[in-house]
């Protein structure tokens, strides 16, 4: 799997939108990483820290803003859900949820080492705590 993902903040979906082409850019702060399954990635965190799958499909999330799944990028948002429980989330929270999602990956065949799902785990805690001192949401762009 050869993918980019990169988490960003924006004001609003309709600004959100407009990193479809090319991505957020310099325009918004991001974090940029690759080689995993994003979608997925943002329904088993908030299963992890939040619990409840059956609320995220009944919400429909995670919810696309711009660009269609599968035909090329995407943009889609991060729950209010998984937003505040990644910004409410202690350190030792937020390692026990990166281990426990490597475990899940590893289940289906898919290695992510330790250190870097801490740091994708950890590093999209802090860009949501920033987004939410700043009132913007948080989302994902992937191609």
């Known amino acids: 799997m050869s993918t980019i993902v990169k988490f960003f903040a924006a004001p609003d979906d309709a600004s959100a939108s407009l990193a479809l082409r090319s991505g957020p850019g310099r325009a918004f702060e991001s974090l940029s990483f ?75 065949g898919e290695v992510i080492g330790a250190e870097i799902a801490d740091a994708i785990v950890g590093g999209l805690a802090a860009l949501v705590s920033g987004a939410r001192r700043q009132n913007q949401g948080v989302y994902c762009w992937v191609a």
């Not at 599968?70 to 030792?92: E, H, I, M, Y």
Request: aromatic content about 6%; glycine content about 12%.
């Open 34 to 108: 690759g080689n995993f399954d994003p979608e997925e990635a943002v329904v088993e965190w908030e299963c992890l820290l939040a619990g409840g799958f059956e609320e995220l499909v009944e919400a429909g999330e995670p919810r696309i803003v711009a660009g269609q799944d599968g035909d090329g990028g995407v943009v889609f948002a991060l729950s209010p859900r998984l937003s505040t429980a990644l910004a409410d989330s202690t350190p030792t929270g937020l390692s026990d949820a990166a281990a426990s999602w490597v475990r899940l990956r590893a289940e289906d």
